[in-house]
């Protein structure tokens, strides 16, 4: 039924207290109820039901478990009870709804340590809330995200990193860092093959699940990137064979919690990504909104995820990149290789890669270099939408890249990289520039994004792709629904009916 928008479902007061977070469990929703969990300014979490109105219950109740902001709440996929909570202490805590979280503070007991990560199980007598404890990297946990099958889990910190772990097993799969400052939000791909992160440095960064490397950045808001999201509905994966996701089968039996496996309806997308076999049409779309109230439309396609594969109707340039750019065609590591650098230093010939072919002029001036635009009849049959540029890299800094032909490989929890050491020593950010972990932003193709529009006076915090809408507020207050290409009539009489006072484009 259309809502009315004037009377709401349900409605609550809070004192001394704000609420900061929120998620609805999908697996248990029905018309006569919804579990909704709600975390808050000073560390506790309430579920409650907003339409039975039911009593709710109170989780971390008396701040013995954390004391800290309540930074992200999700239900595990596949679970009716469990969820985990995040906080800006840099913790995260796996509860059960079944169970209560005890008058004193828990005590705890290692399970698993690695790079700039620790488990904990609560020790007692009977169970109780919280059944893990995560610590993770340093600072606040800012965010963190579900892969669409459930056995991964995507979090990004203050500290600039996004930490890819296999939730059941508790291990590292892979690590990214920032170009600069935290990380704010992070979202994956319908088919769980990427993930995006934005943050603090004004960037949308594109990582690869499988290779454990940056891909892409995207260039387009003027401050921070408070939220990025796939667009599952325009979002099109075309696989020639189909293929399961990847996953690790090691899982600790008793990390399950009689937790079931998230259903594989869930990511209708979901393949194994495999550079044997890749889809014969990709195009990914994906928004972002930030602080400078900008919503940004970005198209990830095939030329970015496969700019060395052989596409016929583009190896007709070979002369994109003159030989007199050494750095591109015999130093560095190669932003379209699958973890292996594909150049060595005797090549004479470089790879063409992709280039700007809309927009002249680069969105990252103040990197001093150079933009350039592909031949526009070449560009427009390589992707319709992408809009693309690479710079050339300093004369000053092509001794330092031809040290640097190493592997963007997997990165993973047993890996002696001291990049990834934080838990020990504190990470040097400078020292991570031009790494795997942060490729420098000339070794990368940088995405300008399609469409870039102000659509709000204050700092923008919400962006929800439906299938008729997209769903956007802002710190003001304001809900908006944006309607679709074709969907505006359709939404604007169900608002008209139901909102006089709505927003409707």
Same mark, same amino acid.
């Given at each position: ?5 004037? %009377? ?23 018309? #006569? ?39 992200? /709440? ?45 488990? $904990? ?8 809330? +919280? ?72 960037? /949308?960064?594109v990582w690869s699940f499988v290779d454990c490397r940056v891909i892409a950045r995207g260039h387009g808001h003027k401050s921070w990137v408070s939220v990025v999201a796939f667009d599952p509905y325009t979002t099109s994966v075309e696989e020639s064979d189909p293929m399961e996701f990847s996953g690790s089968d090691e899982d600790f039996q008793d990390l399950h919690f009689g937790r079931d496996r998230a259903n594989s309806t869930q990511s209708r997308l979901s393949k194994r990504n495999s550079t044997d076999s890749r889809p ?54 190669? +932003? ?24 002249? $002029?680069?969105?990252?001036?103040? &990197?001093?270099?150079?933009?350039? /635009?592909?031949?526009?009849?070449? &560009? ?17 800094? $092509?001794? %330092? ?43 990368? +193709? ?20 439906? #299938? ?38």
């Amino acid at each position: 039924q259309a809502a009315d928008l004037s %009377k709401p479902i349900d409605k609550r007061i809070y004192k001394g207290t704000q609420p900061t977070c929120h998620d609805f469990n999908h697996l248990t929703a029905t018309a #006569e109820s919804v579990s909704l969990l709600v975390g808050f300014s000073a560390g506790q979490v309430q579920l409650i039901d907003p339409i039975k109105k039911e009593t709710s219950k109170l989780f971390n109740e008396e701040r013995l478990i954390d004391k800290s902001r309540v930074t992200c /709440v999700k239900w595990v996929p596949g679970s009716e009870s469990l969820f985990l909570v995040a906080h800006s202490s840099g913790n995260m805590y796996l509860y059960n709804v079944e169970h209560t979280c005890g008058t004193t503070a828990p005590h705890y007991q290692l399970l698993k340590q690695g790079e700039s990560f620790a488990v $904990h199980t609560c020790k007692s007598k009977s169970t109780r809330n +919280p059944l893990l404890k995560w610590t993770v990297g340093e600072g606040a946990l800012n965010e963190f995200a579900f892969s669409p099958d459930g056995k991964f889990l995507a979090c990004v910190s203050q500290d600039g990193f996004l930490r890819v772990f296999n939730f059941d097993s508790v291990e590292l799969h892979g690590t990214m860092k920032s170009y600069f400052g935290g990380l704010l939000c992070v979202c994956w791909s319908p088919d769980g093959k990427y993930i995006v992160t934005g943050g603090e440095d004004d960037l /949308v960064t594109v990582w690869s699940f499988v290779d454990c490397r940056v891909i892409a950045r995207g260039h387009g808001h003027k401050s921070w990137v408070s939220v990025v999201a796939f667009d599952p509905y325009t979002t099109s994966v075309e696989e020639s064979d189909p293929m399961e996701f990847s996953g690790s089968d090691e899982d600790f039996q008793d990390l399950h919690f009689g937790r079931d496996r998230a259903n594989s309806t869930q990511s209708r997308l979901s393949k194994r990504n495999s550079t044997d076999s890749r889809p014969v049409s990709v195009t990914y779309r994906f928004g972002s909104v930030g602080q400078d109230t900008q919503l940004c439309l970005w198209d990830l396609t095939e030329d970015i995820l496969f700019p060395h594969q052989p596409l016929s109707r583009a190896r007709t340039h070979t002369n994109v990149m003159n030989a007199t750019s050494p750095a591109a065609g015999s130093g560095g590591t190669n +932003p379209g290789s699958n973890g292996n650098s594909i150049t060595t230093p005797g090549n004479s010939v470089p790879p063409p890669l992709p280039r700007s072919n809309s927009l002249p $002029h680069s969105a990252v001036s103040n &990197a001093g270099s150079k933009s350039s /635009v592909m031949d526009g009849a070449i &560009a427009s049959g390589v992707s319709k939408f992408a809009t693309l540029s690479l710079h050339d890299r300093k004369e000053r800094h $092509h001794e %330092k890249d031809h040290k640097r032909n190493h592997s963007m490989g997997h990165i993973s929890s047993k890996s002696s990289d001291k990049l990834n050491l934080v838990t020990k020593t504190k990470t040097d950010p400078a020292k991570t520039l031009g790494t795997p972990l942060c490729p420098r932003m000339e070794d990368v +193709p940088l995405l300008e994004p399609l469409i870039c529009k102000k659509i709000a006076h204050e700092r923008l915090t919400v962006l929800i792709f439906l #299938e008729d809408c997209i769903v956007t507020a802002c710190q003001e207050g304001f809900i908006c629904t944006w309607a679709r290409p074709g969907k505006v009539g359709l939404l604007s009489s169900q608002n008209q009916a139901n909102s006089p006072s709505g927003t409707v484009v």
